[in-house]
């Protein structure tokens, strides 16, 4: 029904435009040609616009309209809300987006619309013009994707992805422009004026692979992340080899007779526009960094620095004829990390939006205009050839990825199998790219329309066809489940859990190449540009801004989510009595399907942190791993609250959520609260990230020092009681307890025990994600700033007393600070 | 610190974690792994708790601690890089003529059973080699997001613990965990590509 709405509102708006017609109108943002159909409002006198006639015919125009004074930007706005529009209709049906690509759908409202236009003999604004598209379409795109690249991931493959990208786009411009050129020998096709320079030109804008489409799929399928970072990756600077190509091309188009001296300079340019570009982007990036050093004060406007920094970038670079796609792609990697450590978390939110708006809206529009477009231009069609670009662009993209991937597999620690392989090469989608380069080839091309009309039936075949088959495909290939009600709790479950396992452990082992430029680089960066480029240079890890973050504002958002559920309290009880008595419960088939729907749609997917960053049409979505780390500095400050231990009944397994009951505990706060407070400076803070947590507001400093203070000596009689033995949690118990009577009694700061203790004897069965929340719940109540500082924190050092080794580099607790 | 390090472990001891582990690489492991995220000044002592849980990826994974812990032996709090090995060994995966191979004396770390073992640990935290419905319930909410509740969250684990008990102790032994698992390829699943 919204999406009837959408059209019809469209048609709406349409007749709006055609009703505003007025002769004369001009104007480089989209045009209407003088001579379409005017109507003309009744009102407005019919020999022109007379605001102030002569005297005599005086009457004061009670309602006047002047359309060409707002045309431009009246139309640009009407444009924008159509394509937006379109953007809302798709997702009222969520089962559209997940099978058919964004793209198509985009295109297929453009071809309703365009179908609109044609019949009413319409013209589609000139928006396609050179100037627009490269200097106002374009440039928000690729700040998109570069803004939201993942970094780590990216450099860890870089190789890769230029190699995919820069050979493999070469590769694909010269395969099939000679076999195009071969083909053009043919008189059967009634081509054969083509030189091979067209051929070549034309070659290089349809190899512009856009496989974003195809990101989404491989979202859903988990595909390997590293193929995953590649198609990014390569989607990203294939563009940018794309339009070096393109001008390079464009240029030799002209020229008569190819020269070896002129193959020689094109690949010398080749590299002079690359590294150039790279070289004004990081160059820029470094300058807006050092400029949101200093604006502490002006917050309000800290997002506008990123803009105009990267558009200025991109600009430049067109100045200088290089590459501006790498220049403003270069410009926000370089950007982000130092500027978002700098600015204000505000901005730092509205720099996101803006970016992934922009990007959004542009990329919408391309699309829409391209649907439009075909409808309306006049095409050249020519069988012969349009059907063999089809057929050379898929057998040459095939054959590309295979041997690219032969050699540079042995490069890579994790090599690409065959059916990572597939998924790049069918994942090869045409887009917007080569759209707008095809309008834009320069008039004195012979056959500009046969190569417009090639290109959009190479658009509209590979995303279409291409887009809606590739994912029943990979899902064919990858079959993972063969019938879902066929498989067990367990196994999904379980299956789950190894592929955490599996996942945490790659990250632990990390990446087991290119560590040496990358500890480089890390060291330059620590010691020379941070200090330089970042407000008050801390040496946190980006885990630590996450959760600082995370934990300012989402304690209490989390507490609403679950508030209901603190109402399921009583449900801790009664699950507690039916352990009583286990009888076998029977399970109808609609209750084994209800839990397998829960599991999948909430147990947490891998990697959240890759996938998440790579959406192209969604901001990052950083639920989970709020979730995970909330929760677990939640388990963690519960765990060591003095109440905690006072249950001796508490069953055997569980105070703790994700660790075991035990000493590993409290050396993960050691440094915490120390950083906090100026007599220990001696510790280090190279410790647990989680830990390093400087609270940028201001937190008075003595209270929380006295605060350190008190739980300390509870855990020194902690560690005395209790042997190193973590299954023995009765004695911990009965240590900790004697430890909490006699700080208690003691302590001022004795009000986050309490309600703690007041929450405990109820429950025997610490059956706890509630219970972390009502602690949170009190323990923010409480304290007059939300910031949850663990109350212990502190000892962890004695741990290691017998065996310490000198050498790690921990620091060294002081416990006689009482 | 890098290519230091790797002469501070003897060599004899490179052999026997090879030969123990199976792992080819893991002579030059030691020069990458003091490269990493597990950075240690003095390379051939020990890892800490703390050194693992400097790595930021597996703070936000939501089983991190556990598999942080199933590094760590019984009860110690530093595991030196032998232990470090074999832990890591249980993820090489399986090669094909390993799997027709008759089982050697002492079955290699990365054989299915252990795999499926190392599997069973993060579960079973009082190594009772018993699942419990609270041990279960424990990694279950760790897994799952914030909208169930723990009613429904109960009714999974209980359904779980039925399919899988067969000897009605109300909690899963390790052989009905096998058992359970026996249609899944664990071989593949818990291997890491890059472990050979």
């Given at each position: 029904m919204d999406i009837r709405f959408s059209t019809s509102a469209a048609f709406l708006l349409f007749v709006c435009c055609l009703l505003s017609q007025t002769p004369g109108s001009n104007g480089e943002v989209p045009p209407k040609p003088a001579g379409s159909v005017t109507i003309l409002p009744p009102i407005k006198p019919i020999d022109g616009p007379q605001a102030y006639p002569e005297a005599e015919k005086a009457s004061l125009p009670v309602f006047t309209m002047d359309y060409p004074r707002i045309q431009i930007p009246f139309e640009v706005t009407l444009w924008v809300l159509l394509a937006s529009f379109a953007k809302i209709g798709f997702h009222v049906y969520h089962k559209i987006t997940v099978w058919v690509p964004e793209s198509c759908l985009l295109i297929s409202i453009g071809l309703i619309v365009g179908a609109i236009m044609h019949s009413v003999h319409e013209e589609p604004p000139a928006v396609l013009t050179s100037n627009v598209f490269f200097l106002y379409m374009l440039p928000p795109i690729v700040l998109d994707s570069g803004y939201f690249m993942?970094?780590?991931?990216?450099?860890?493959?870089?190789?890769?992805?230029?190699?995919?990208?820069?050979?493999?786009?070469?590769?694909?411009?010269?395969g099939i422009g000679m076999s195009l050129f071969a083909i053009c020998q043919i008189e059967a096709f009634g081509v054969q004026d083509i030189n091979l320079q067209e051929n070549l030109l034309f070659a290089t804008i349809i190899s512009a692979v856009d496989p974003v489409a195809v990101l989404n799929v491989f979202e859903d399928v988990s595909v390997n992340e590293q193929l995953y970072i590649v198609v990014f990756g390569e989607c990203l600077f294939n563009d940018a080899v794309t339009v070096v190509l393109y001008n390079m091309f464009t240029f030799v188009a002209d020229m008569p007779v190819v020269e070896p001296v002129d193959v020689f300079l094109g690949v010398a340019r080749f590299f002079v526009v690359g590294i150039g570009g790279m070289a004004?982007?990081?160059?820029?990036?470094?300058?807006?960094?050092?400029?949101?050093?200093?604006?502490?004060?002006?917050?309000?406007?800290?997002?506008?620095?990123?803009?105009?920094?990267?558009?200025?970038?991109?600009?430049?670079?067109?100045?200088?004829?290089?590459?501006?796609?790498?220049?403003?792609?270069?410009?926000?990697?370089?950007?982000?990390?130092?500027?978002?450590?700098?600015?204000?978390?505000?901005?730092?939110?509205?720099?996101?939006h803006v970016v992934k708006m922009l990007g959004s809206i542009s990329e919408t529009l391309i699309f829409f205009f391209l649907g439009v477009v075909t409808i309306t231009t006049e095409h050249e069609w020519n069988w012969g050839y349009i059907l063999f670009t089809l057929l050379f662009a898929f057998v040459w993209r095939g054959l590309g990825v295979l041997v690219l991937t032969q050699i540079i597999n042995p490069f890579r620690t994790i090599p690409f199998n065959l059916k990572d392989q597939f998924g790049l090469a069918y994942g090869g989608l045409r887009g917007a790219v080569s759209f707008a380069l095809a309008f834009t080839l320069p008039d004195n091309i012979g056959r500009k329309q046969l190569f417009i009309t090639a290109t959009i039936a190479i658009i509209l075949f590979t995303v279409f066809l291409q887009g809606i088959s590739i994912r029943p495909l990979i899902e064919f290939i990858n079959v993972r489940r063969t019938n879902r009600n066929l498989e067990t709790i367990n196994v999904e479950v379980h299956c789950r859990l190894m592929e955490h396992t599996v996942a945490g452990i790659e990250d632990l082992c990390g990446q087991w190449s290119h560590f040496y430029w990358k500890d480089k680089f890390l060291k330059f960066n620590t010691r020379i540009l941070r200090k330089i480029l970042i407000r008050d240079s801390r040496a946190e890890s980006s885990i630590v801004a996450l959760y600082k973050k995370l934990e300012l504002q989402n304690a209490m958002e989390i507490l609403d989510t679950v508030a209901g559920d603190i109402s399921a309290a009583p449900s801790i009880v009664s699950l507690y009595e039916e352990k009583k008595n286990p009888k076998p419960k029977a399970y109808l088939a609609g209750d084994l399907r209800n839990m397998h729907d829960i599991l999948s749609k909430n147990m947490y997917n891998i990697?959240?942190?890759?996938?998440?960053?790579?959406?192209?049409?969604?901001?990052?979505?950083?639920?989970?791993?709020?979730?995970?780390?909330?929760?677990?500095?939640?388990?963690?400050?519960?765990?060591?609250?003095?109440?905690?231990?006072?249950?001796?009944?508490?069953?055997?397994?569980?105070?703790?959520?994700?660790?075991?009951?035990?000493?590993?505990?409290?050396?993960?706060?050691?440094?915490?609260?120390?950083?906090?407070?100026?007599?220990?400076?001696?510790?280090?803070?190279?410790?647990?990230?989680?830990?390093?947590?400087?609270?940028?507001?201001?937190?008075?400093?003595?209270?929380?020092?006295?605060?350190?203070?008190?739980?300390?000596?509870?855990?020194?009689?902690?560690?005395?009681?209790?042997?190193?033995?973590?299954?023995?949690?009765?004695?911990?118990?009965?240590?900790?307890?004697?430890?909490?009577?006699?700080?208690?009694?003691?302590s001022r700061d004795s009000r986050l025990p309490a309600p703690r203790r007041q929450l405990s004897p109820p429950r025997e069965e610490d059956n706890g994600f509630s219970d972390n929340l009502i602690n949170v719940h009190h323990e923010a109540e409480e304290e007059d700033h939300p910031s949850p500082s663990p109350p212990p924190a502190w000892a962890a050092e004695p741990r290691y007393n017998a065996n310490r080794n000198p050498l790690l580099r921990r620091p060294q607790w002081n416990p006689k600070k009482t | 610190m890098g290519s230091r390090a790797s002469t501070l472990l003897r060599e004899e001891e490179i052999e026997e974690i090879k030969k123990e582990t199976g792992c080819k690489l893991c002579q030059n492991a030691p020069l990458y792994l003091s490269q990493t995220s597990i950075t240690n000044p003095v390379f051939n002592s020990v890892f800490s708790r703390e050194d693992f849980q400097r790595i930021p990826e597996l703070a936000i994974n939501p089983l991190g601690d556990r598999i942080i812990n199933a590094f760590f032996p019984e009860g110690e709090d530093q595991v030196n890089f032998r232990g470090f090995m074999r832990t890591l060994a249980h993820f090489r995966p399986i090669e094909d003529n390993e799997k027709n191979k008759n089982a050697a004396p002492s079955e290699p770390l990365n054989s299915r059973t252990n795999k499926l073992l190392f599997a069973f640990r993060l579960y079973d935290l009082d190594r009772d080699d018993k699942i419990s419905r609270d041990e279960l319930l424990q990694v279950l909410r760790m897994m799952v997001g914030v909208n169930i509740s723990d009613e429904q969250l109960g009714s999974i684990a209980d359904r779980t613990i039925q399919e899988a008990d067969t000897n009605g102790d109300n909690s899963i032994s390790f052989n009905e965990f096998m058992k359970v698992l026996e249609k899944v390829d664990v071989e593949q699943k818990m291997s890491i590509r890059f472990l050979h």
């Open positions: 993942p970094t780590r991931p990216f450099f860890e493959n870089i190789g890769t992805v230029l190699w995919f990208a820069v050979v493999g786009t070469l590769w694909n411009s010269i004004f982007g990081i160059l820029f990036g470094f300058v807006s960094a050092f400029t949101t050093r200093f604006t502490s004060k002006v917050r309000e406007i800290e997002p506008l620095f990123i803009f105009m920094y990267s558009y200025l970038a991109y600009l430049v670079a067109e100045l200088f004829a290089i590459s501006s796609i790498m220049a403003i792609v270069t410009c926000s990697l370089t950007m982000k990390y130092y500027v978002e450590e700098n600015v204000s978390q505000r901005s730092c939110t509205t720099i996101r990697r959240q942190r890759t996938v998440a960053f790579t959406s192209k049409y969604s901001l990052p979505n950083d639920r989970h791993t709020k979730e995970i780390l909330i929760r677990r500095h939640a388990s963690i400050r519960r765990s060591l609250r003095p109440g905690s231990f006072q249950n001796s009944n508490v069953s055997k397994s569980q105070k703790y959520y994700s660790l075991p009951a035990g000493q590993s505990l409290e050396s993960r706060f050691s440094p915490r609260r120390l950083t906090q407070t100026d007599d220990r400076e001696t510790m280090s803070e190279a410790a647990y990230p989680i830990t390093n947590w400087r609270s940028r507001s201001s937190q008075p400093t003595r209270s929380s020092s006295s605060r350190a203070m008190m739980p300390l000596k509870r855990l020194d009689t902690l560690k005395e009681a209790v042997s190193v033995d973590m299954l023995n949690e009765n004695k911990e118990d009965s240590g900790s307890r004697a430890g909490t009577t006699r700080t208690n009694s003691s | -």
